[in-house]
DNA sequence: CGCGGTTTACCGTCCAGCCGGTACAGTCTA
DNA sequence: TAGACTGTACCGGCTGGACGGTAAACCGCG
């Protein structure tokens, strides 16, 4: 029903921005993998604009039970840190193709959209971690911690290669013997 | 003449990609901007796509130089950390618009222009990270710092607000230490 | 129970505007 | 004379969004 549909469009949207890239994204595009006329999208999203929102919505929401979980499963700070390399391979493609998409229809139109666009973008990572951030008291050894998760999904963002997985073993390591 | 042209209009789109995001970019606007006909900068660049090309190059040539300089006055292992942290304002903006720009012709048309773009991209971070990696010999440390500083540029590409400069001092003395 | 009205969820079509790229004739300068 | 443009006119395709339906579900009421 609503929101089934509504997260049919939603995953069809991220399927084809990891696929193709933001200029692959059309109404049209979207509304046929999910199942549902052009239309029918508009209905749930009243533009493309806040489409794009819906989904920072939920990929923020995705994170932050991912993270629960995670934090659960190997410690908040050692969670951040695995989280921190996209395990599907086309993750980090989906990911520049979705800040290329908040990015891309800056400033012209609608400030506010932008605005609210930027937010949930800093929502996301301020998602990702905040389970961290509570559990490493030393706040050097947690901005170093932070940094380095950031930086490696950002290595892979851009496209370098994976470093030595024994190499990044040793530096968790390294990082989080307090 | 022709050199110069061609710079003014890398620049000129460097300076619309940062206020205005990808969409803003039209060959018109660039044009415009750079104080020559659509058709002069067709004549330098046979296509959007070029011209992104060539950003993307003139981008690797800028920091490649920078690192040298730099490398030469605060050493290159600070000078690689010193250089993560963005001094102008809208430089994370022009460089997320890069990105969303380099994503966003993904994969639709010329797969050959789309792996050209990757391969600059990666270019430039290995322009940014080689003085470093030459100078730092320990792969441990040299990973992290890698990792350090690019997470302190994803942090101020994605908008979150920039670290206490005093922790991030005493993070780089502790990180650059022997 | 049944019935009118309202809301929800969606369909399919149409249009206006924009944008990249082409074409080409002409101009300035060295 | 050739290279480096200018300027204009044009085209074809695509896309966001508006719009006018519509079928089914729901709801109060007599």
Do not use: C
């Not at 991220?14 to 692959?24: E, Q, V, W, Y």
């Not at 700070?77 to 891309?104: H, K, N, Q, W």
């Not at 506010?112 to 949930?120: G, N, S, T």
């Amino acid at each position: 029903m609503a929101t089934d549909t509504r997260q049919r469009i939603l995953a069809a949207l991220r399927d084809i921005l990891a696929a193709g890239g933001n200029t692959s994204v059309t109404l049209e595009a979207v509304a046929a993998k999910a199942g549902v006329s052009k239309g029918g999208l508009l209905y749930h999203f009243p533009s493309k604009a806040a489409m794009y929102l819906g989904l920072l919505a939920a990929v923020r929401d995705t994170v932050t039970t991912d993270m629960a979980e995670v934090a659960g499963r190997s410690g908040a700070a050692r969670g951040f840190l695995e989280y921190a390399v996209p395990t599907a391979p086309d993750e980090a493609d989906f990911f520049t193709s979705l800040i290329a998409a908040v990015r891309t229809g800056q400033e012209s139109e609608s400030a506010e959209v932008d605005a609210q666009a930027a937010e949930l973008m800093v929502d996301i990572f301020r998602a990702w971690e905040a389970p961290m951030r509570g559990a490493v008291t030393d706040p050097l050894q947690a901005e170093q911690i932070r940094l380095i998760g950031f930086g490696l999904y950002f290595s892979a963002l851009v496209g370098l290669p994976q470093p030595d997985p024994a190499l990044l073993a040793a530096l968790f390591d390294r990082v989080l013997a307090r």
